[in-house]
């Protein structure tokens, strides 16, 4: 029997630990992030393959960086305190990473949402709305026409959702407050990102 998404995810967004002021613990978050990619595994379609990619890229450059400085591994624990630190020192790898890592998640949340509102909707339809309010506008023509012939790609929904869980009110639950705790941290990043234009220049 092939394992879904739950079987795979060692942490949900759900579970990732948030302080008082908001501040993401960065080894959580990062944990559950890989959920996302292997929910793109669990689906073996090519159209996710860039996406996919990308976010591997982007967990592996904040993971890097989180765990520079064994000798205290406070100084990086939040996603907050590395984006504040590179800021300062100059070298904004990790940063970068993480802004495209939110921006290849907001794709995510925004399809799977957008799909368990409005059944209706292919998972192409889904993607693709999804794709051209969150991604699209940072992409280049050629990158715009390789997602756009990927979003095309999509499964069927019957085999999306058999494949990571079922296709049933309880199934579809889930996964919607797993989409919504997902959102609701990246809300954080951006409000953060936004505070300090982190973001200028990437």
């Not at 406070?74 to 996603?79: A, F, G, P």
Request: proline letters at 2%; aromatic letters at 8%; one cysteine or more.
């Amino acid at each position: 029997m092939s394992k879904t998404l739950e079987d795979l995810i060692t942490r949900r967004f759900q579970d990732v630990t948030v302080s008082e002021a908001g501040h993401i613990n960065t080894a959580e978050f990062l944990e559950a992030a890989e959920g996302v990619v292997k929910l793109f595994d669990i689906l073996e379609s090519a159209a996710f393959y860039p996406v996919k990619t990308d976010m591997t890229a982007n967990i592996k450059k904040v993971r890097e960086k989180s765990l520079s400085n064994p000798s205290d591994p406070t100084v990086y624990d939040t996603l907050q305190k590395i984006i504040t630190a590179e800021a300062k020192e100059g070298d904004r790898t990790a940063t970068q990473g993480l802004l495209w890592l939110k921006r290849g998640l907001e794709l995510t949340a925004m399809a799977l949402k957008r799909s368990l509102e409005n059944q209706k909707e292919t998972l192409s339809e889904s993607f693709t709305e999804a794709y051209n309010k969150t991604l699209k506008q940072y992409h280049g023509f050629i990158v715009k026409k390789m997602f756009g012939v990927a979003m095309m790609a999509c499964p069927d929904r019957e085999t999306f959702y058999k494949k990571i869980g079922g296709d049933n009110e309880g199934a579809h639950e889930q996964l919607l407050a797993w989409v919504n705790a997902l959102q609701g941290l990246l809300n954080e990043l951006n409000i953060f990102y936004a505070s300090g234009a982190f973001d200028k220049g990437l």
